[in-house]
């Protein structure tokens, strides 16, 4: 079996201005990378879905859910945070977003797929279960969680967050669920400057020193990580999977390069192989340089796909 490469040609519409950075060349990066790589052909390839209002809710309120479909314009963009915006063709890519990894976890809950990552914007670890922000509408890996416990019978799901900014959204969502753990790391003071002090058994944050190298990093998923998820021992691995902690992105102050993400990975499959059946499905959060964005992918998909 492959790994499944899902995105969809919508997420190249969602654009919230020449100078956002969370901007529709981060899709190109990482497909040209993988095409240089040679990785691309081997992967198997899945245009996403859109993810339905019921598989939604599961997540968030339906009050927001609302709210965000009355907000698509019909030109123009409109402010939902400050930071995070629409334009005409956004809540389509948002709902092909979360349909992707909600469609990860059934192509490898089926056995068609060894595991999958999901190449789409806009992410998701900042939407709170009411509420945008974060360059995030809808909390992607968060919905796709819910929905492999209410549609797949799963009884442990962990999410491994490796993004610089803390995954505030899904902490939100999940911090009173015992059935799902997340596992974080971040720089801390920073944006959302949340995620210090709101840990408990199963949300395992992390923070990280401005400063933080690849060894701080190992540490922190060594002794804090790895213990917890072997206690959780989860039935699947989601992983939301930001790649601005490295030294190239401006975004942070973290100096983390490509090796520490293929170790993460190597890490994280080792989990999932031991108690998960190796499920396995990745998502795509940050990382705005975009030539590191496209090595770190293709370092992490290569991983993902044992080449």
Not at 2 to 23: S, V
Not at 67 to 72: D, K
Not at 211 to 231: C, I, K, N, Y
């Amino acid at each position: 079996m492959q790994t499944a490469y899902i995105t969809h040609p919508e997420f190249l519409k969602h654009d919230m201005g020449p100078d956002h950075p969370e901007c529709p060349a981060r899709i190109h990066a990482i497909q040209d990378q993988l095409i240089a790589s040679g990785l691309f052909d081997y992967l198997d390839h899945y245009e996403a879905p859109k993810v339905s209002r019921e598989i939604l809710a599961l997540a968030h309120t339906e009050e927001y859910i609302d709210w965000v479909f009355s907000q698509s314009p019909d030109s123009g963009l409109v402010d939902l945070d400050g930071d995070t915006m629409m334009n005409p063709y956004t809540l389509d890519a948002a709902l092909y977003a979360t349909g992707a990894v909600v469609q990860g976890v059934d192509l490898v809950m089926a056995g068609n797929v060894s595991n999958a990552f999901c190449n789409v914007r806009p992410p998701g670890h900042h939407a709170k279960r009411g509420g945008a922000s974060g360059f995030c509408i809808f909390n992607n890996v968060a919905v796709a969680a819910a929905y492999a416990l209410e549609h797949h019978g799963l009884e442990r799901i962990a999410i491994a967050d490796f993004d610089v900014h803390h995954g505030d959204g899904t902490e939100d969502i999940f911090h009173d669920d015992p059935r799902v753990m997340m596992c974080s790391t971040f720089q801390h003071p920073y944006y959302p400057y949340s995620g210090a002090d709101s840990g408990n058994e199963h949300m395992i944050n992390i923070p990280l020193a401005a400063g933080s190298t690849g060894e701080q990093f190992r540490e922190a998923v060594t002794e804090h990580w790895l213990p917890a998820l072997e206690r959780f021992q989860p039935q699947m691995l989601l992983i939301s999977a930001g790649f601005d902690a490295h030294w190239e992105d401006d975004m942070s102050d973290i100096r983390l390069h490509e090796k520490d993400y293929l170790w993460v990975t190597e890490a994280l499959k080792g989990v999932a192989k031991r108690h998960a059946n190796n499920r396995i499905v990745s998502a795509l959060e940050g990382g705005y340089a975009l030539h590191a964005l496209g090595r770190c992918v293709m370092t992490h998909v290569k991983s993902l796909s044992d080449l």
